[in-house]
């Protein structure tokens, strides 16, 4: 069984047409070569497309099975189905003129008999992706293993009671690691979707953070063996499917990548769903990413404000993404990293176009965040805002006690000497949200 030349048909390459175009098949806000502070917006941006939601996820959920019937899942030579699936993603990545994607092992290549057999097979379509990059404009973002669908995972990878599973993990990410490397890509993810445990009844906690550690650190000496000049991410997940993540969040993971002496080495890939599931905003995990010097990418979706699961959306809301945004460039914009789509179009959606138009908005939808984005960073409102409210720190008294000028006693001292009665100032949040407010 081949899949068809061109699943989505005669569609040609999408291009800017402006914001007054009701064409479905072109840009309204996207213009890639639009400067945006100094920057084309597709520098910007740096938009990647998923390959597991976009080209292996049949439409299943919890309640029901596959609904898709996409002509590559089904037919004789799982290989042939492989290579037939790789056709259909380079024809949307040319469609949709993206620059990124991303992918995870078990994607793009079936699983075989054995590791050696799974290997030769991504291997095999590695080889296509090769090709196909000697003539197409896109390329790789990042790649990752799936340590977390086959069984022998069940209970974590590096974090697995059986040390038969660790390594069986460490076979796989060297693979992938070395394949990365190889296509170009500009980083690895390492995504813990199962690290974690469901119950303390048969946990021991401190020896799975250690083999945590380990993992990580054999990760990164590797990457330096073979002169990976890319970045090692980690991907924050809470709670699912097990009950505790070692990598609930941002913070979460600055705490384990201290721990491993890892904090130089390595970033985080952030996903907005996942930031809401811990609790957070995206901007917020975005923004403690930067603070701790750690930011590298993000999955760009969005979840359900009525459900509390990883619903993985494409993003439609204007003002959250214009928030991220406006904290990416605060926090000096992509290096490595970009913004991948990890969302999929939902399981009533079955025709080709809706898979290329919900890409297509969603990058519309982010390009126009970037221009508020850019209008709150031109407009300097909110930064002058938040500088006055700190304003204090920058007297000398002030910067002596963050320094090793003062003591306990010096600091305590002076505000019995000066006799201090610090009074409260408005935080003029509300202030601050009819600003933001104003910007759209």
Not at 414 to 437: F, H, I, K, M, Y
Request: net charge negative; glycine share 8%; aromatic share 10%.
């Amino acid at each position: 069984m081949n899949a068809p030349a061109r699943f989505f048909g005669e569609i040609q390459p999408l291009r800017y047409e402006g914001p007054e175009s009701r064409n479905l098949y072109a840009y309204r806000w996207y213009d890639k070569d639009r400067m945006v502070l100094g920057k084309r917006m597709e520098d910007h941006l740096r938009f990647a497309i998923a390959y597991w939601h976009s080209f292996t996820w049949p439409g299943g959920d919890p309640f029901g099975g596959e609904t898709f019937l996409r002509p590559w899942m089904h037919g004789g030579d799982e290989m042939a189905l492989a290579r037939a699936k790789a056709d259909v993603a380079f024809d949307l990545f040319r469609i949709l003129d993206v620059p990124f994607f991303c992918f995870h092992d078990r994607d793009i290549a079936p699983e075989g008999k054995s590791l050696k057999e799974s290997n030769a097979n991504v291997r095999a379509i590695a080889d296509v992706f090769t090709k196909k990059m000697e003539t197409e404009k896109v390329r790789l973002l990042w790649g990752t293993a799936n340590l977390f669908s086959n069984r022998r995972f069940m209970a974590g990878a590096a974090t697995n009671p059986d040390p038969d599973v660790f390594a069986y993990a460490a076979g796989q990410v060297k693979h992938v690691l070395e394949l990365t490397h190889e296509l170009g890509g500009q980083n690895y993810v390492l995504w813990g979707g199962r690290e974690g445990y469901e119950t303390l009844l048969n946990t021991d906690l401190k020896r799975e953070l250690d083999q945590m550690g380990r993992f990580l650190n054999l990760v990164v000496e590797h990457k330096h063996r073979i002169g990976f000049k890319g970045t090692i991410l980690i991907e924050p997940k809470p709670q699912e499917p097990t009950k505790h993540q070692y990598d609930f969040d941002v913070g979460t993971v600055y705490g384990l990548l201290c721990r491993a002496g890892l904090q130089d080495e390595v970033k985080v890939n952030i996903e907005a769903n996942h930031a809401t599931l811990a609790g957070h905003s995206f901007e917020h995990e975005i923004a403690m990413a930067a603070a701790l010097g750690i930011f590298g990418s993000i999955d760009m979706n969005k979840g359900d404000a009525q459900s509390g699961w990883d619903t993985d959306q494409f993003p439609t809301n204007i003002e959250d993404t214009a928030l991220a945004i406006y904290e990416i460039i605060k926090a000096g914009g992509f290096t490595t990293g970009g913004m991948n789509f990890d969302a999929k179009i939902r399981r009533q959606s079955l025709d080709p176009e809706d898979l290329l138009l919900a890409h297509s908005g969603a990058m519309d939808l982010c390009a126009r965040a970037l221009l508020v984005a850019a209008k709150m960073v031109e407009d300097g409102a909110r930064q002058r805002a938040v500088d006055e409210r700190y304003a204090g720190w920058n007297g000398p008294e002030a910067r002596a006690m963050l320094s090793d000028e003062s003591s306990l006693a010096d600091i305590a001292a002076r505000v019995e000497a000066e006799g201090l009665d610090p009074q409260p100032r408005s935080g003029r949040q509300e202030r601050l949200e009819n600003l933001v407010a104003s910007y759209f």
